[in-house]
């Protein structure tokens, strides 16, 4: 399946069925913790994963990785930065926003802060997730080490071309090797619990419908 139709897939499934099909395909968790969660709108956020890393420094430099990405990824990218959870920080903001929505990013999700959240929702309705709103900037306390290098987000390990799919039920990173499977388990999970839900209803019993599908 090619990448376009994964992504356009993943779309129209529910975020928790696709984070029941990662623990079960991959046996391990991969939605990233509550923390990370939408600053500036509700928007769905799917596409493959870009990705920037930044550590501590004095030095008084730009984020150059980031914004070299940013004039550099496909269209429908998903920029994930990792700084180890520094939540005090911004490492997003208007102006890399005004690139990205420029470039047709899908959005960006971060292991830190965003600012200009305002200028965000007025200019550009741009789909920001991340760990926090801060007004700091990373000049002189953080700067970027690589680009489209493995990083951790939301406790998470995400690598370049995994699928991110963020709602507002949070995110989940679904390894590339494995996306074909995961929105197909999805959209099984996604069918079947339609059938559930109507079953409850038309027989008036949550336990007559668990009964019959066996989970909730």
């Not at 395909?25 to 509550?34: I, Q």
């Not at 959005?107 to 920001?128: M, N, Q």
């Not at 406790?155 to 991110?164: A, H, M, S």
Request: charged content about 25%; overall charge negative.
């Amino acid at each position: 399946m090619e990448l376009k139709d994964i992504v356009n897939g993943f779309k129209d499934v529910a975020t928790a069925s696709v984070a029941d099909a990662v623990d079960k395909l991959a046996g391990k968790r991969g939605y990233m913790d509550s923390a990370i969660k939408p600053r500036i709108n509700e928007k769905r956020v799917v596409g493959p994963a870009v990705t920037v890393l930044e550590g501590p420094t004095t030095e008084f430099v730009p984020p150059q990785h980031a914004l070299d990405l940013i004039d550099s990824a496909a269209e429908g990218s998903v920029m994930v930065i990792g700084i180890n959870g520094e939540a005090d920080v911004a490492v997003w903001g208007g102006l890399m926003t005004a690139g990205a929505y420029a470039r047709k990013f899908a959005g960006s999700i971060l292991d830190g802060g965003v600012r200009d959240i305002t200028e965000i929702r007025r200019d550009y309705d741009y789909p920001v997730y991340s760990r926090s709103a801060s007004p700091g900037t990373t000049l002189g306390r953080f700067k970027t080490l690589g680009a489209n290098i493995p990083v951790v987000c939301g406790g998470i390990e995400v690598n370049p071309g995994d699928i991110i799919v963020a709602d507002i039920d949070g995110v989940v990173v679904v390894p590339r090797a494995l996306a074909e499977a995961v929105l197909k388990m999805s959209q099984e999970i996604d069918t079947r619990e339609l059938e559930q839900a109507k079953l409850i209803v038309q027989a008036r019993s949550l336990k007559e419908g668990l009964a019959k599908y066996g989970r909730i």
